[in-house]
């Protein structure tokens, strides 16, 4: 008689969110319903040791883990050699005449009335940049041979100098790729140990300065990224666990960890993405058409805009850009053209620094305390300002924050009255009342960056805030843009973690056209994009994906005859609705159309999304009201008054609190001001609307 042998199926889910002060993370136990969720203090210089800290205290068997889904906001830090680990060296071999493409750019001027502007250092000095011979026209054929041996030069004297990353991108090797493809196997040939990354693979599209770029910063990032999930995956398996690592895209949609290590720039902005992925699902949850998420952490406050439960994604990004009140700056960073979701983000933080300039006038960031020392109210040695300090100050904080981290008043008072109320000749309450003032208008402008900015009201949306500091700041943002109402979501401390948990799978597949619409047929058409689903299809399957759980959605980049940027529209099948749905958009987008010129068809696309199962959460099953767990004073905008202070996790499904209280929570803390009332609803949402 065989013995029979137990099976322990793996039943956690785990969202972990590496960002630039805290470390969440959200578990989901699929056998008990049960959550558990946690913060830790982020580590910069050796991020494996937070992420490992947050999940050792979350449970003690890694065996259980089904699925591991990660997001960090580390990959610009990795990119500039912030976390302990140096960007690699790397060479460009390009044609004979286009070694400077990536210094030349686009000539756009970022800051056009700032003289002393300086663009963005290459990434690839001149010394490393290589041109030779060979070339292949816009129609794909090849007008002078390959120098195959300066080619095998190159290889041999930079291997012999250390160099283990080589950059290929010639031209129009979107429409033929055999130059790049021959290329690659010399350089392989001789440096078989080296990284070898061509743009046709990773970015096929027309335009070569922002291909060349896209690969290279691809190139730069690959050992980097590959050696931290390397050493991730690495101690998880020793501590036992066994199941599927996988990454948050900037595009919001996860991938198993080989995607991220073969297209890194696809993942350099995942953090952020979470959060926006989050109130996507709450919205459709909850049935909101249209929102906006705030998400405000300890280093920076993020703004995204959800229409019917979709977070608005573009095409290009640019790592390393300056950020102009919220908004990256054209032509001031490295172009990289992965989707992604758009977001506006400023520095307003938890920790953000207020100073005051020469000039006497009191300034918010962009300097952030961070995690160490913190705020100086952590009693870790920070001895700057910040805007957890004020809102301590005014009474809105806990005595004790996450993490068991106790607040001392004195400190926050002590630097504020120095640095700030005294040179200003004012209290330490008014102090503190004017940096989040401050601090408030700034959030307000990146929340108008998504809503107005894109021809959205404010006054139809509802505003999402989240973070451990979103909920405190939400109302008095909310009625300066004219949002409706305020929610409040389960968790929001570790939103974005939750985020994580409730994400699809989503790769993102392209192919250049370059022909005029009339030049197109819809068999030639409808070829491309078979072969681009085919090959989705097949990444997601190798993922764990059914194919009735893939979604596939085709999309063609348009623009007029001798226009320089495409719009995206649907793909129908018919190439004259395409034409007249591309007039229609140009219309909605620019106030104007012209039906009279010839529609030029740039690039075929392909999303493919594949469905999770999502966890079925259970925040509360209690009911009715809740008692206050005591009073104490809380400074609003017409002054002290005397607020209620609750537990979040003493609320249950319709209870409602009126202001002035104060919500408390293990992640994060709630104001409801004087004249607002929030109702808990169905999902453990607070919704908070004026009386």
């Known amino acids: 008689m065989k013995k029979r042998v137990l099976v322990l199926s793996r039943t956690l889910r785990v969202g972990i969110d590496v960002g630039g002060t805290f470390t969440d993370l959200v578990m989901f136990d699929e056998s008990s319903g049960k959550i558990t969720h946690l913060k830790t203090s982020t580590t910069p210089r050796d991020p494996v040791k937070g992420v490992m800290n947050a999940i050792n205290e979350a449970t003690k068997d890694l065996s259980q883990i089904e699925a591991l889904i990660h997001a960090t906001t580390l990959g610009t830090n990795m990119f500039f050699g912030q976390t302990g680990i140096e960007p690699p060296k790397a060479v460009l071999i390009t044609n004979a005449g286009f070694e400077d493409v990536v210094e030349i750019g686009r000539q756009n001027r970022a800051e056009l009335y700032n003289p002393f502007f300086g663009r963005p250092k290459p990434l690839i000095p001149r010394s490393k940049r290589y041109g030779v011979k060979g070339r292949i026209d816009k129609d794909g054929n090849e007008i002078e041979p390959l120098d195959e041996d300066a080619i095998r030069r190159i290889a041999e004297n930079e291997c012999k100098s250390g160099v283990k990353v080589f950059v290929i991108s010639f031209l129009h090797s979107y429409r033929n790729p055999s130059h790049e493809m021959r290329a690659s196997e010399i350089v392989r040939e001789v440096c078989p140990d080296s990284i070898v990354v061509t743009s046709h693979e990773v970015d096929p599209q027309p335009m070569e300065y922002e291909r060349t770029s896209t690969a290279i910063v691809n190139a730069i990032l690959k050992p980097i990224l590959s050696i931290y999930l390397e050493k991730l995956l690495e101690i998880l398996k020793s501590e036992g666990f066994k199941g599927r690592l996988l990454v948050m895209q900037s595009s919001g949609g996860i991938a198993d960890v080989s995607e991220a290590v073969k297209r890194p720039a696809a993942f350099i902005e995942s953090g952020p993405s979470a959060g926006a992925v989050a109130v996507a ?53 490295y172009p990289v053209r992965f989707p992604y979701i758009d977001l506006a983000e400023v520095s307003a933080g938890g920790g953000t620094i207020a100073w005051i300039d020469p000039g006497g006038a009191l300034r918010l960031g962009p300097m952030s305390a961070g995690a160490d020392p913190g705020p100086a109210c952590y009693g870790k040695g920070g001895e700057d300002p910040t805007i957890t300090d004020a809102n301590l100050i005014l009474g809105r904080l806990p005595a004790v924050l996450a993490g068991k981290l106790k607040l001392k008043k004195e400190l926050a008072e002590e630097v504020i009255r120095e640095k700030i109320a005294k040179p200003l000749g004012v209290d330490v309450v008014e102090a503190s009342w004017a940096i989040i003032r401050i601090a408030n208008t700034i959030m307000g402008r990146a929340l108008r960056l998504v809503s107005v900015e894109k021809g959205h009201d404010p006054r139809e949306f509802t505003l999402f805030a989240f973070g451990g500091a979103g909920p405190l700041h939400a109302i008095d943002i909310a009625e300066e843009l004219g949002a409706k109402e305020v929610v409040i979501p389960p968790l929001p401390g570790v939103f974005s973690a939750l985020g994580l948990l409730v994400s699809d799978y989503r790769h993102d597949y392209h192919e250049a056209i370059v022909k005029k619409a009339k030049d ?114 809380v400074f609003f905008k017409d002054g002290w008054h005397v607020a209620e202070i609750y537990n979040r996790q003493d609320l249950g499904v319709g209870t409602k609190i009126c202001g002035p209280s104060v919500i408390e929570e293990i992640s994060s803390t709630i104001l409801i001001p004087p004249g607002f009332c929030g109702v808990v609803d169905e999902f453990g949402s607070i919704i908070i609307r004026r009386g």
Request: glycine share 10%.
């Open 281 to 333: 699902y709450f919205s459709k949850l909850m049935k909101i058409e249209k929102s906006l998420g705030f998400d405000m952490g300890g280093t920076t406050a993020k703004a995204s805009s959800i229409i019917n439960g979709e977070p608005e994604v573009v095409e290009m990004y640019e790592v390393g850009g300056k950020i102009h009140r919220g908004r990256l700056v054209r032509g001031s960073g």
């Open 520 to 633: 197109v047929k819809e068999e030639e058409l409808n070829n491309i994009f078979d072969n681009l689903e085919k090959r989705a299809i097949k990444t997601l399957i190798s993922e764990g994906i059914s194919e009735d759980k893939i979604v596939l959605r085709r999309y063609i980049e348009a623009k007029y005859w001798g226009q320089a940027y495409t719009l995206k529209v649907p793909y129908k099948g018919d190439i004259k609705e395409l034409v007249d749905d591309f007039h229609r958009l140009h219309e909605l987008r620019y106030g104007f159309s012209s039906p009279e010129e010839e529609v030029e068809l740039v690039v075929a696309r392909v999303e493919a999304i594949g469905l999770t199962r999502k966890p079925q959460l259970k925040i509360t099953e209690k009911k009715g009201e809740a008692k206050p767990l005591g009073k104490r004073e």
